[in-house]
C-alpha cells in the first residue's frame, strides 16, 4: 500500500519543510497498528531533547499515540480500525502525526480514548 504521511513540526527550526511530507510503501497485509510501528522504525518522526515527545497519530480518524519513551505505539480503540475504512485519497492512504510536546503519553492516549465523535 501506497501512504502519505504528514507531521507536525516540533519547534521554529523544524518549519522549513512542514508539514514534512513523506511517502512510504508498505505490504497490504499490515495491520494499522503494525504500519504505525513501520513508520515509526523508518525514523520518521522528529526525536526531541528529553526523549518524551508525544504523538497522536490520525487518518480520518484518531488510530493511536506514539511516544518516544514508549517501545510501540498503543492503540486508541478497539476493534482496531479496517484500514479501507480511513483517509484514502486517489488510492494513497493519508496519516498524519500530530505533536503533543512532552505531554504525558498516558494522559494524551485517555484523553483519545475518550473522545465522542458523533453524539449519542
Not at 505490504?27 to 525514523?43: F, G, K, Y
Not at 504523538?55 to 493511536?64: D, Q, R, T
Not at 480514548?113 to 449519542?120: G, I, S
Request: aromatic content about 8%.
Amino acid at each position: 500500500m501506497n501512504v502519505r504521511v504528514t507531521r507536525d513540526s516540533v519547534a521554529a527550526g523544524d518549519d522549513i519543510d512542514a508539514p514534512h511530507t513523506r511517502s512510504f510503501s508498505f505490504p497490504d497485509s499490515l495491520s494499522m497498528l503494525q504500519l504505525v510501528s513501520a513508520i515509526v522504525a523508518e525514523r520518521y518522526l522528529a526525536s526531541i531533547i528529553g526523549n518524551k515527545a508525544t504523538w497522536s497519530v490520525v487518518s480520518g480518524i484518531p488510530l493511536a499515540v506514539v511516544a518516544q519513551q514508549w517501545s510501540t505505539p498503543r492503540a486508541i480503540g478497539w476493534p482496531e480500525p479496517v484500514l479501507s475504512d480511513l483517509d484514502w485519497r486517489e488510492g494513497v492512504l493519508c496519516v498524519h502525526f500530530n505533536y503533543h510536546t512532552q505531554l504525558d503519553p498516558e494522559f494524551v492516549l485517555q484523553v483519545l480514548k475518550d473522545l465522542r465523535l458523533h453524539a449519542p
